[in-house]
Nanobody, 122 residues
Framework: QVQLVESGGGLVQPGGSLRLSCVASGSIFSINTMGWYRQAPGKQRELVAEIASGGSTNYADSVKGRFTIFRDDAKKTVYLEMNSLKPEDTAVYSC????????????????WGQGTQVTVSS
């Protein structure tokens, strides 16, 4: 059973920075898309950023120029570097990945991890 574990959240002042990490544990042959999502209280989960296996990225308009997503496939890890944080970035951040457990298998989307809380406040 492959699981996702996020870390790196915390309380930060407006304008501050955080780096989130998400590692997949278990047997994985390859990883396709990796993505970060967030859910603020009373709102639906939204895509923040995603990165394809070839390295192409896609960002929500609200974070463009402030957040950077990158990946380390050898470590089965995706990162989210967040700069110039704003109070409206406050949310639980979760990651997800499309993985292939062994050669020749099909890709499937993993179950969500527990997420990591990011709070931006003075």
């Amino acid at each position: 059973q492959v699981q996702l574990v996020e870390s790196g959240g915390g309380l930060v002042q407006p304008g501050g920075s955080l780096r989130l990490s998400c590692v997949a544990s278990g047997s994985i042959f390859s990883i396709n898309t990796m993505g970060w999502y967030r859910q603020a209280p009373g709102k639906q989960r939204e895509l923040v950023a995603e990165i394809a296996s070839g390295g192409s990225t896609n960002y929500a308009d609200s974070v463009k120029g402030r957040f950077t997503i990158f990946r380390d496939d050898a470590k089965k890890t995706v990162y989210l570097e967040m700069n110039s944080l704003k109070p409206e970035d406050t949310a639980v951040y979760s990651c997800n990945m499309k993985v292939r457990p062994y050669r020749g298998s099909t890709y499937y989307t993993l179950n969500w991890g527990q997420g990591t809380q990011v709070t931006v406040s003075s």
